[in-house]
């Protein structure tokens, strides 16, 4: 034997320790290079910091006592064989421990050099052949992913081992035409793919799920702590698309796909082989459906899953056929009252259902990314209509745009709009564009070059919904920003007369932005009570229903063209 192993001694007694030493310094070629550790909370120590080959345990130590020593040390390293030490009065212990793992035990006073090397090889091989026999009992040969008992095991923990309630998901897979694959190209080849899908399966799931392998061409995947199904979802689609890529193996490029069924926990399934049953029963619906798709359990989860799909379905095609446009809404200076600037906010023109606003839509093309899309297209429209009102002598002020996180993270932002700018001939100062407090909050340092890369065009920044996310205020005052629009909610708890502090937010808001030298515009403003308290503390702008509904572009073309007929009589 040439592989040299650390050998960790736990042993308090310095006789009993010289001993041991002396026996395995006796010869040099000895395999053994020896550690000390004189009481158990030590050697735990060692063994959480060093690779271990071998543990030489004295049950008795200072900190620890009997059974319960090796107990601790065998579940702090199961994998590392481990003799115990044993006066000669309490063997009936020593032989417990082995019993509950221990490879090998030794009484003190009888040892010699010959017996303690030997046991040290023996326990060494065994422990070596039963952890192998372990990962062939747990993993699947061909793929090296867990089987169905480790599956079963994991499942368990994953459902009983839940300190708060969170959705469990058991996908059950099953790859589409594989039986056709195996028989007319080969097992190899079958082999071959059935190991790449495993891999590609293991490279898609987030640390903590589990994917195995039951046999054949069926894989589960247990997807932990989904917070809603939402996520589980994205999460498929995310899965499928990875799988369906082309592959090659052996010279041929091979299309696969597959068929999965979904049981949630707990809704479906109070324990593992419910679940396991249901996401089969669900994965056998997903082949009726034509394959190539997956299928929640529940009726109602499909239902939900399907209005997704045919709400993202219209939504491209929203895109392809223009359905989307653009309504403004006046923001108005306090002071003179004059008409300085609007609004931008997306509406969507369906066919059946009429206009939708964008609380039912933005979030969607914000999961899928079709935002980008759309924003962009908001971004030059509200430029190019902007730009037009000018031409027109209607003084239509500073338009606002609303931009969401996902554009903002994106690359190229500021070229984009550097070319928007250029195709519709706006004048950059003409333009805002409004952020949110996450967005700059979260990446802080390529949130600020992306910020002062807008701000070098020219264009204004302010930041939306101010006061409900979570701004640090010292880092607020080094970002190129322009105004703070106090959030709605604020804006609703002035004039209410029911509490002694109404209105206080808005008027700490009103005050840290001019702290700043910066703008402070409030929306939602709706009645006169909260005009007169925005106008006691000097907001500078406002906007809401008090002065207008969000408008559409002619309606608000004929907005402008009174204010300015006003503005000349007055
Ligand atoms: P927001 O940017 O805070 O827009 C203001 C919202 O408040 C608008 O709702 C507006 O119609 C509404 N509002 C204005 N005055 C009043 C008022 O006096 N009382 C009340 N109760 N509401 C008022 P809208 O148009 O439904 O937009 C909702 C949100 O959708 C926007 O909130 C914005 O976050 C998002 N959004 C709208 N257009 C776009 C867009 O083009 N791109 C992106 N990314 N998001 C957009
Ligand atoms: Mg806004
Ligand atoms: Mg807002």
């Not at 192993?5 to 042993?11: A, F, G």
């Not at 906010?345 to 023109?349: H, P, Q, T």
């Not at 914000?366 to 990314?369: F, R």
């Given at each position: 034997m040439s592989e040299s192993?650390?050998?960790?001694?736990?042993?308090d007694n310095p006789g009993d320790a010289r001993l041991i030493r002396e026996m395995l310094a006796e010869d040099p070629g000895a395999p053994f290079a020896l550690h000390f550790a004189d009481r158990l909370a030590r050697g735990l120590e060692h063994l959480a910091s060093n690779q271990t080959g071998l543990v030489l345990l004295d049950l008795s130590l200072p900190d620890s006592f009997g059974l319960d020593t090796f107990a601790k040390v065998f579940a702090h390293s199961p994998d590392v064989p481990i003799i115990v030490l044993t006066g000669n009065d309490d063997q009936r212990v020593a032989l417990s421990a082995v019993k509950g793992g221990a490879q090998d035990y030794l009484v003190k006073g009888k040892l010699d050099r010959e017996l303690l090397l030997r046991s040290m090889q023996y326990s060494i091989e065994r422990k070596r052949y039963q952890v192998e026999l372990e990962r062939q009992a747990n993993y699947d040969a061909l793929t090296g992913l867990p089987n169905r008992s480790l599956?079963?095991?994991r499942l368990k923990q994953a459902v009983f081992a839940q300190r708060t309630l969170r959705a469990i998901a058991v996908v059950f897979m099953d790859l589409d035409h594989f039986k056709f694959v195996n028989d007319s190209l080969g097992h190899s080849t079958g082999d071959e793919l059935l190991k790449a899908m495993a891999e590609r399966l293991r490279s898609v799931l987030r640390e903590g799920d589990t994917v195995a392998r039951l046999g054949g061409d069926e894989f589960v995947l247990i997807l932990n702590d989904q917070t809603n199904e939402e996520v589980i979802f994205r999460a498929m689609q995310r899965i499928t698309a990875k799988l369906s890529e082309p592959i090659q193996i052996g010279g041929k490029e091979l299309y696969v796909t597959a068929s999965a069924g979904i049981s949630l926990y707990p809704q479906d399934g109070p324990d593992v082989d419910t679940l396991l049953k249901n996401a089969d029963a669900a994965m056998y619906r997903a082949k009726e459906h034509g394959r190539n798709n997956f299928q929640f359990y529940t009726a109602e989860m499909n239902q939900l899953v399907n209005e997704r799909l045919q709400l993202e379905h219209s939504l491209r095609r929203a895109l392809e056929k223009h359905e989307f446009l653009l309504h403004y809404q006046q923001r108005v200076d306090m002071r003179s009252g004059a008409v300085v600037g609007a609004e931008a906010?997306?509406?969507?023109?369906h066919p059946e259902w009429g206009l939708v606003h964008p609380a039912r839509f933005i979030p969607l093309t914000?999961?899928?990314?079709l935002i980008v899309q759309l924003g962009e297209w908001v971004l030059h429209e509200a430029c190019r209509q902007t730009r037009i009102w000018q031409d027109k002598g209607l003084e239509p002020g500073v338009v606002s745009v609303n931009l969401s996180a996902l554009q903002f993270r994106r690359e190229g932002l500021v070229r984009t709009l550097s070319r928007i700018l250029a195709d519709t001939g706006l004048e950059p100062s003409q333009l805002e564009m409004e952020i949110t407090e996450s967005m700059v909050m979260h990446n802080a340092e390529a949130a600020v070059a992306t910020l002062q890369g807008l701000k070098s065009l020219g264009v204004a920044l302010s930041v939306d919904d101010f006061g409900t996310g979570y701004s640090s205020l010292s880092y607020l005052?080094?970002?190129p920003l322009d105004a703070l629009k106090i959030d709605r909610s604020f804006v609703r708890d002035i004039g209410t007369g029911a509490e002694a502090d109404e209105g206080v937010i808005a008027q700490a808001v009103i005050s840290l932005g001019h702290a700043l030298h910066?703008?402070?515009?409030?929306?939602?403003?709706?009645t006169d009570a909260q005009l007169r308290f925005l106008r006691r503390h000097k907001c500078d702008e406002l906007q809401g229903f008090y002065f207008g509904e969000p408008l559409a572009p002619e309606a608000h073309a004929r907005l402008l063209a009174n204010a300015k007929r006003r503005a000349r009589r007055g």
């Open positions: 192993h650390n050998v960790l001694l736990i042993e599956l079963h095991d906010l997306v509406r969507w023109s914000e999961e899928t990314g005052k080094n970002l910066l703008k402070v515009i409030a929306e939602g403003v709706e």
